[in-house]
């Protein structure tokens, strides 16, 4: 891992973004002279950081450099650390502030339960520094009782956390000039080592230097003899290997692109068979999407569906005006009315149809779909149906699609009795 100079600079030379007087550049120069010492080079180390003040830092390092969401620097620095770094032999080092801390806590506690090869360095200002001097789950009673607000109560305690989890090294520290032989101690460390620093904010925490200070009594080092766990390097499959080719076996009727819209209700296979209707028109040689809209309780409710065939690549999986509504359920018509528009042809269960209904699109064609098969298949009946009148693809592709299927002489009789009727 080690590239021997000692003279240098991990950083770019480009100026501290931060407030004049902020903490977090004592802790930057700190990882500065740290890395120096222990006589890495810049190729050696991926910086990984996230949001808020202390997510500013990674214009400023000259070594590999990530960014991710709010609070995610932990989990990113893992995977990051138990994919490439552990394979290139490389350090990851992750940034977080206080704020972030609280919002990705689970994230800390995970990589140090994983103790897998990695330094997390928190920058505790004990407020949300970017947004306005909030609170964050790290401000402590004192610092809460100057604003009067959650004074009772109290603060995570970071370092026992990630220690009860499994961290092989978890360190607060406040002193400025202690930040870098302990970050030198948690590079060190092989597994997962976290290093909480206190870092003024001069913009809203100025006046809360006691409060600080109430960290800094805090110092504490706590470590594990548990090595650090290593990366069984699995060799997996690739997705493309494991994905079925469907090769075209018909010639498609299509001439342009349709795109049709299936309304149905839940369980009642409106996703199903739309995924079908997307196979069979490959095994027309067509390009194909499918695209599936239900609510979050995925048992209840609508179930809508859009598949679209062109001959052409398709580069927008939406679509805004469907040629062809297949309407099953009432669930599905309440979802898709308001897509209803009198170009495209409206296939729509009988029982569904009202004079309102009838007035406003008198070409829309009632079937009764519910007639045609059960509940579960009625979905199945009424894209078959459609498809056999429309000429839109041969039935014979929606045959071959369901044969992939467990249940596929159910639905090939369902076909079969929808194309004799
Ligand atoms: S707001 Fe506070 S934490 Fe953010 S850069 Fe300014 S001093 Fe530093």
Redesign the pocket.
């Known amino acids: 891992m080690m590239t021997k100079n000692p003279k240098t600079n991990f950083l770019t030379g480009k100026k501290f973004p931060?407030?004049p007087g902020?903490g977090?550049g004592i802790s930057i120069n700190a990882l500065n002279k740290a890395l120096q010492e222990l006589n890495y080079g810049p190729n050696d180390v991926i910086v990984v950081s996230d949001i808020g003040?202390s997510g500013l830092i990674d214009p400023l390092f000259a070594t590999h450099t990530i960014h991710g969401l709010h609070g995610r620097s932990p989990a990113l620095g893992l995977g990051v650390a138990m994919g490439v770094a552990q394979k290139q032999n490389k350090k990851v080092i992750a940034f977080i502030g206080d704020g972030g801390a609280t919002i990705g806590l689970q994230h800390i506690l995970e990589a140090a339960r994983r103790n897998v090869d990695m330094t997390l360095i928190v920058l505790n200002?004990l407020l949300y520094?970017?947004t306005g001097g909030q609170i964050s789950g790290l401000s402590t009673q004192k610092f809460k009782e100057i604003i009067d607000f959650e004074k009772d109560v109290p603060p995570f305690d970071l370092i026992q956390l990630a220690h009860a989890s499994g961290a092989r090294l978890a360190v607060r520290v406040n002193a400025p000039n202690k930040i870098k032989d302990t970050l030198k101690k948690a590079i060190e460390t092989e597994g997962f080592s976290i290093v909480e620093a206190a870092s003024l904010?001069?913009?809203?925490g100025m006046k809360r230097m006691n409060e600080l200070m109430e960290v800094v009594e805090h110092e504490n080092i706590l470590e594990h003899k548990r090595p650090a766990t290593k990366i069984i390097d699995r060799e997996t499959n690739s997705l493309l290997e494991q994905a079925n080719i469907i090769e075209p076996k018909y010639d498609a009727g299509l001439k342009e692109r349709k795109g049709i819209l299936i309304a149905g209700s839940a369980g009642g296979g409106a996703q199903s068979v739309a995924r079908f209707l997307a196979m069979a028109g490959m095994y027309a040689g067509l390009e194909t999407t499918m695209k599936g809209e239900y609510p979050i309780t995925v048992g209840t409710g609508f179930s809508v569906a859009e598949v679209i065939f062109d001959h052409q690549p398709i580069n927008y999986t939406g679509l805004d005006k469907p040629d062809y509504f297949v309407i099953v359920t009432e669930d599905g018509l309440n979802k898709i009315k308001s897509k209803l528009h009198k170009d495209a042809k409206i296939y729509i269960d009988d029982k569904l149809v009202t004079d309102e209904l009838k007035s406003e699109f008198p070409d829309l064609m009632a079937v009764p779909f519910g007639k045609m098969a059960n509940r579960k298949s009625t979905a199945l009946a009424a894209v078959t149906y459609v498809l056999n009148k429309e000429k839109i693809l041969p039935v014979e592709t929606l045959k071959e699609a369901v044969s992939t299927h467990r249940l596929k002489d159910i639905f090939v009789d369902v076909i079969n009795k929808v194309v004799e009727s």
């Open positions: 931060f407030c902020c977090h003040c200002n520094g970017m904010c001069p913009s809203y």
